[in-house]
């Protein structure tokens, strides 16, 4: 089985589009929709839920107010500022860590145990997908996209796909490290824009640190290309391939409104045959077929 | 005041607006809290005039004391540490920094040492204050850095907070203790979905919030339903034109070569004031 992680560093630059039509394209693979704080890809892939379940991510500590002598040990020992003035616990802050469980002198804090979101197990038009989400304001999205990956492995393995292909958050973090530890290749979306560019070096630098080979995909790339030049420079001088080059069109955003991957919308536009073509090159390079 | 410009959804147009509205108006002081990647001084090439590296706590066990009994290990809720018999293994990508080992270790052998995570930048560009700070690439604990970003505030001034996309902790962080949030969202449904889960973290936060449509006219209408439903101010609309796609793709903050937009965003920093009550 080979596992797949679509990324970009910049947010917005195309990974769930091209993700949607790589799912369309392979047929029958388990894609993996590892943007767990902000998931989009079910709004094309249209997932039918098989199975649900909690997922436990972080703890809260809880004051039990009757018990508590308002020492204020607890506020002092926290490091992540969670213990407000008056000694409750404010829930955006606490970590879970029970530091100020182990401190209390008389007891009064016990850590308990939330639910941080759910994971999903579905069937899609195209194969099965592993997704979830996480509650709003929740923290430990990496724990949660490490659900969702084992859950894509165990699909995969179940339904005898070769092929995870994995939808990733944006940025560097802690989720995005999730996403890319241990899978085979990872195709870095970008776009001509200078933040483009600046975060592309970084999602780089990323796949290079955790052992995974580069491939980069320009969306866009007509919208500056001199800025698309700087990045075959860029990638040529790191012995990185640019293996697809995709145009701006509007039929995107219409796929989109429509609740459609571009592959299905408009399978005959730019857009859908570049990325078919993008598709086939990244099959031979990692000789999915 | 300070003031966060948060989206959900990446690329909507988060450090764009930022940016545009730091230089439109009086006294500002801009913050970039997408610290995983900051784009912030790439629209404003400031000139640097600090440089400050940012560490982070983290353990090391003197094994000659050790005697690996694991109720270190048994504490920590990350699983950053494991013992086994005659070892201790520890993993720092897994470690939040609470310092609860040291105080669960009977034998006192665990102390702390540092660990870089990243960097934090200083500079002006013109009146102009920005601030931003840089992950180290492989680190995973973004909210450290935001925070230690957000300790340079200068209430003295007109302070913006660009945050990083998504809803989970590098976010909250940046928006906690924010006198308003501005969120930037574009006409689609991807924006729209985004948009209505920062809403609701920010509703449980009860940080008073507004939207920013950015390229207006493309999608769909279901945004403007939203938010006149939920009586969510819309204070702007910016048109898709592909003047600003490629003003921005360049590096190049828009209102400085479209000047009749400085009004718009001064306007739109006016209305943001009143509605916090300043």
């Known amino acids: ?289 | 005041m300070i003031v966060a410009v948060a989206s959900g959804k990446g690329g909507t147009g988060k450090t764009s607006l930022a940016v545009n509205l730091a230089i439109s108006i009086e006294n500002a002081q801009l913050l970039d809290c997408d610290v995983e990647e900051p784009n912030a001084h790439l629209l404003l090439n400031p000139k640097i005039t600090r440089q400050e590296p940012v560490y982070r706590l983290v353990p090391s066990v003197n094994e000659e004391l050790c005697d690996y009994c694991g109720k270190c290990a048994a504490f920590c809720q990350y699983n950053a540490i494991l013992t086994v018999p005659g070892k201790i293994l520890f993993f720092p990508e897994l470690c939040h920094g609470c310092g609860g080992c040291i105080l669960t270790c009977p034998k006192k052998a665990i102390s702390e040492g540092r660990s870089r995570i990243g960097i934090i930048k200083e500079g002006f560009t013109d009146g102009l204050r920005i601030i931003f700070g840089e992950l180290e690439v492989g680190e995973p604990m973004a909210s450290l850095l935001v925070r230690e970003v957000k300790r340079r505030i200068d209430k003295s001034r007109n302070v913006i907070l660009d945050a990083p996309p998504g809803t989970s902790c590098p976010v909250i962080e940046t928006v906690k203790g924010s006198d308003f949030c501005i969120l930037v969202t574009e006409p689609t449904p991807f924006g729209l979905h985004d948009l209505k889960i920062i809403v609701k973290v920010l509703e449980d936060m009860k940080i008073p919030h507004g939207v920013v449509v950015n390229r207006a006219g493309i999608g769909d209408k279901k945004v403007y339903e939203y938010c006149k439903g939920k009586g969510i101010p819309i204070l702007l609309e910016i048109p898709y034109q592909r003047r600003i796609a490629e003003l921005y793709s360049r590096g190049v903050p828009f209102s400085l070569e479209m000047p009749e937009w400085t009004d718009k965003f001064q306007k739109l920093f006016e209305d943001v004031k009143e509605l916090v009550g300043n």
């Open chain 1, 1 to 289: 089985m080979k596992q797949i992680t679509i990324l970009s560093g910049k947010g917005g630059t195309g990974k769930t589009t091209i993700t949607a039509a790589f799912a369309v394209l392979a047929r029958e693979a388990v894609v993996a929709d590892c943007d767990v704080d902000a998931p989009d890809l079910h709004m094309l892939l249209h997932p039918e839920i098989l199975e649900t379940r909690e997922f436990r991510g972080s703890k809260m500590a809880v004051i039990n107010e009757s018990k508590c002598i308002k020492c204020g040990i607890c506020r002092e020992k926290c490091r992540f500022d969670a213990i407000t003035q008056d000694l409750t616990v404010d829930p955006f802050s606490c970590e879970g860590c029970g530091v100020c469980a182990i401190v209390c002198p008389v007891n009064a804090v016990t850590l308990t145990e939330r639910i941080s979101g759910y994971a999903y197990i579905s069937k899609i038009k195209y194969g099965f997908m592993a997704h979830a989400l996480l509650n709003p304001g929740e923290s430990n999205s990496g724990k949660l996209v490490t659900v969702v990956r084992q859950n894509a492995k165990l699909l995969a393995e179940r339904e005898k796909a070769g092929l995870v292909i994995i939808d990733g958050p944006p940025g560097i973090g802690c989720p995005v490290i999730a996403s890319v530890t241990g899978v085979d290749a990872g195709l870095v979306v970008t776009e001509p824009t200078m933040s483009g560019i600046h975060d592309l070096e970084r999602a780089i630098q990323l796949l290079r640190h955790f052992n995974v080979r580069p491939f980069v995909c320009v969306n866009m790339y007509d919208i500056n290309e001199d800025n698309t030049n700087k990045i075959s420079r860029f990638c040529k001088e790191n012995s990185v391939e640019v293996i697809g080059k995709i145009p701006f069109n509007p039929v995107v955003t219409e796929a989109m409104v429509n609740g459609k991957s571009v592959m299905e919308y408009s399978p005959k536009c730019d857009v859908a045959k570049d990325i078919a073509t993008m598709w086939d090159r990244l099959c031979r390079e990692l000789s999915l077929r």
